[in-house]
Nanobody
Framework: QVQLVESGGGLVQPGGSLRLSCAASESTFSIYAMGWYRQAPGKQRELVAGFISGGSTNYADSVKGRFTISRDNAKNTLYLQMNSLKPEDTAVYYC?????????????WGQGTQVTVSS
């Protein structure tokens, strides 16, 4: 199994920055895709940014140019650098990972971290 632990959320003023981290546990499963979703109150969970198989990245249109996803494979850690934050970025941010071991596949979620953008 893969376990994910997020950190780095908090309260920030509009225009500010935050960096989220997602640490993946050691596992016999190999992660082939990893990224971030978010869910604002009363809204559906939406993809923010992610790495897909082959190392390509994709971003939601609403965060392009402001958010950057990166990873440190040596530390099994995923990051989301969020700049120029807006009140509409307020949400619970969830890390996810897709992993496989042989013919078994797993999809894992972190517990979520709250990001609040407000003056």
């Amino acid at each position: 199994q893969v376990q994910l632990v997020e950190s780095g959320g908090g309260l920030v003023q509009p225009g500010g920055s935050l960096r989220l981290s997602c640490a993946a546990s050691e596992s016999t499963f190999s992660i082939y895709a990893m990224g971030w979703y978010r869910q604002a109150p009363g809204k559906q969970r939406e993809l923010v940014a992610g790495f897909i198989s082959g190392g390509s990245t994709n971003y939601a249109d609403s965060v392009k140019g402001r958010f950057t996803i990166s990873r440190d494979n040596a530390k099994n850690t995923l990051y989301l650098q969020m700049n120029s934050l807006k009140p509409e970025d307020t949400a619970v941010y969830y890390c996810y990972a897709d992993a496989y071991s042989g013919s078994s596949y797993r999809h894992a979620w972190g517990q979520g971290t709250q990001v609040t953008v407000s003056s």
